[in-house]
Nanobody, 122 residues
C-alpha cells in the first residue's frame, strides 16, 4: 500500500556532499514522521535524522552540524543533505515513514525503503 523510493546515494570523496531523496507513494492519508537510518557492514541499523509533520527534527550526535533533514510542506518527500562526509558515514541509508495512516485503515504503521548505498572514500 505504501512504497518508499530512495535516490541520491553514491561514491564520494571525504569532505564531499550528497543529497538523498525519498518519496513515499500509495494510499497515504498522513505520515507523522519521516527519517533516515543507516546500517554499516557488521553494525546495527542506527538513526541518522528524523523530522515530524510539524517540522521538529532530531539528529544523531555523529551527524549534527553536517547533515540537514528537510520535508517541504510536510508532504511525503524527505531529503537528507549530507556535508563534510567522512569514511565513517559509509553505509546503506534507509528511509522510514513512521506513524503512517492509509485510507481505509485506522491503524498507523511504519514503512521502510529498500536502501541506498553511500560510500565515502578517504
Amino acid at each position: 500500500q505504501v512504497q518508499l523510493v530512495e535516490s541520491g546515494g553514491g561514491l564520494v570523496q571525504a569532505g564531499g556532499s550528497l543529497r538523498l531523496s525519498c518519496a513515499a507513494s500509495g494510499s497515504i492519508l498522513l505520515i507523522n514522521a519521516m527519517g533516515w537510518y543507516r546500517q554499516a557492514p557488521g553494525k546495527q541499523r542506527e538513526l541518522v535524522a528524523t523530522i515530524t509533520s510539524g517540522g521538529s527534527t532530531n539528529y544523531a550526535d555523529s551527524v549534527k552540524g553536517r547533515f540537514t533533514i528537510s520535508r517541504p510542506n510536510a508532504k511525503n518527500t524527505v531529503y537528507l543533505l549530507m556535508n563534510s562526509l567522512n569514511p565513517e558515514d559509509t553505509a546503506v541509508y534507509y528511509c522510514n515513514a513512521d506513524g503512517t495512516l492509509v485510507f481505509g485503515s485506522t491503524r498507523r504503521s511504519s514503512y521502510w525503503g529498500q536502501g541506498t548505498q553511500v560510500t565515502v572514500s578517504s
